[in-house]
Each structure stands twice: as structure tokens, then as C-alpha cells.
């Protein structure tokens, strides 16, 4: 008998991701296992989707709707746990994010047939400690089925009655039983790359309301704090030249098929997931390179108008004394 497994995930206008995101897990797990946090959309065609998955029988939540809820969200999905441990256990609960698909390494390979992942998780039951998720598969916008494992990005889950409290992100837990971890053969696909303009859209949702404004110089001093998402101010920065040529150098690639197939079999259309080649003919990466040198010579304008700005004030204050 397959285990129940619980998915918890929070998300706010993924109207590219959030339909593969359902109709994907609702393969396999029992829709009302699924449990969707909307942390206050407005794009119509993501209300759409989750008016539809509700119907579908998933459970959407629409009360954490704030900007804050979204830094809180282990504390909420470490609540949510423990409430459904009370009133409908399950014997796993998944905290994850919009863009990550659940899968298996089973017997060197990457699987997301519904059996390999039972089995996966069949040696966990019960478990009271941490249970971890190594690594990751992360993709490429220009290149489909190729994937970059990561390895310094650990995710964990919970087995029944085990969660005591998850941090934001989900890399970090403790269970009942403390902060030991298991690691286990679960896995995440993860598209956390997708076509440009809308890497673009999702960076500056992420970041807005935490800067005055998006110039670059403001982007630039944002990225020296390391501060809260400062990796969209990054992604702000890049031109599209710099973010293709990034796929380039991509760590420990592997060609692996498995979730695009699985997404034919759901009838998922996946084109809008990647920016095809047909487009990147050698017209549009000359505009990418005109356009990624212009970016350059003003942000050195910029960079040199403030440098001079900061040694005229320093000037002026050393003048007053």
C-alpha cells in the first residue's frame, strides 16, 4: 500500500509553473493531499489555475496573503503539519516550492514513477529524525532534459508526528526527536531557470517591496548586503547575453528525460518552459551582445558618477572642519 503523502507549497502569480506544479504531484498523490498557499496573486491567469485546482479537489489556502507570510513560511508549514498529524495524518509531509517537481534516484537514475519513490520512502516510515533531500536536479532554459545536480542545497521533509519546526526555505528542520538527519533517496527536479523575461518578472516580484527603487545602482548596492533575496537584485542585473552564456558553464550536467516524458504522458505542455533555439539565431544573440554592452557602459558611467559623488562629499565634510 503506497504511503500518503502530504505537499505543502506556497506561491504567488507562477502562472508558468503552477499548473504543471498540480497537474505533475496530482499524479501522485490524492488531490486533497495537496495543499496550495497563495501568497496574494493578482495575475489573472495564476487566479485561474488555482480557481481550477480547487475545484480539482486541492486544497488552496488564500489567507497568508501578505508579504511577511511569505518569510514565515516554515512556521506556517510546520503549524500546518502538525494540525494535520491531529485531525489527518499522513505519512509524509513535503514542504516545497513552486518549481520543484518530486522525484527519486533509484539504482542510478533519476525516476518519477510513483512506485520507485514508494519504495524510496517505504525505508523511512515512521522515522523521527530529519529527513533530508542530498541534492537536487536544476535545468536549463536553452537546453531540455539537461540538468546541473547540485549538492550544497539540501532540502528536508518529515515522516509522521516527527516535524517540530522548519525554517524558511526548508533546508533546515528539527523533528521531536531533535536535529539529527537521515538522508534519504528522494529527490527534487527543479526549474528554478526559466526564458529570461519571465526569470525577470519572478526576480523583481521577489524584491520590489524591499527597495525604494530597481535602478541598478540601487540593484548593485542591494547585492553587497547580502541581504534578503539579494540574489534577484543579481538576477535583475544580468543581461540576457550573460544569462544564456551562464548555461554555458553549467556544474556536473546529466541528460535525463524522465520528468519531460512523465509531462507528455499528463498532456503538460512544456515549450513555454524553455526559450527555444529557433529563437537564438545569430540576429537576436547579435541584439543580446549590442544590448548586454550598452547595460555594461552605463553601469560604469553610473559607477564612476557615484565614486566621484562620494569623493566630492568626502571633500566637502573635511572643508567644514
Known sequence: MSPRIALLMMQKNERLLLDPWITYHRSLVDPASIFVFDNGSTDPQTLAILEAAEA????????FNQQQDYFKCGLIFAETIKQLDNRDPHDFYFAMDCDEFLACDQAG?????????????ARFANSRKVLTIPHKYVNSPYH?????KITWCKKCFFAKGACASLEHGFHQGCSIAGSEELETGI???????KPYSEHLRL???????????LKRHTLSEYVKTKRSNFHSAIALLQSEYTYFHSFDKQHQTRMDSSLLQRFTELCIDSNALFDSSDNLNVPRRAMM?????????????VSLYYHF???????KRLLRR
Open 187 to 193: 529527490t527534487y527536479i527543479e526549474f528554478h531557470y
Open 56 to 63: 480539482s479537489g486541492v486544497s488552496v489556502n488564500r489567507s
Open 144 to 148: 531540455p532534459n539537461r540538468y546541473s
Open 309 to 315: 559623488r562620494s569623493k566630492a562629499s568626502a571633500l
Open 203 to 213: 526576480s523583481r516580484q521577489k524584491i520590489e517591496y524591499l527597495l525604494p527603487d
Open 289 to 301: 551582445l549590442a544590448r548586454h554592452w550598452q547595460l555594461q557602459s552605463n553601469d560604469a558611467a
Open 109 to 121: 537514475r533519476i525516476s518519477c514513477s510513483l512506485n520507485d519513490i514508494d519504495q524510496v520512502l
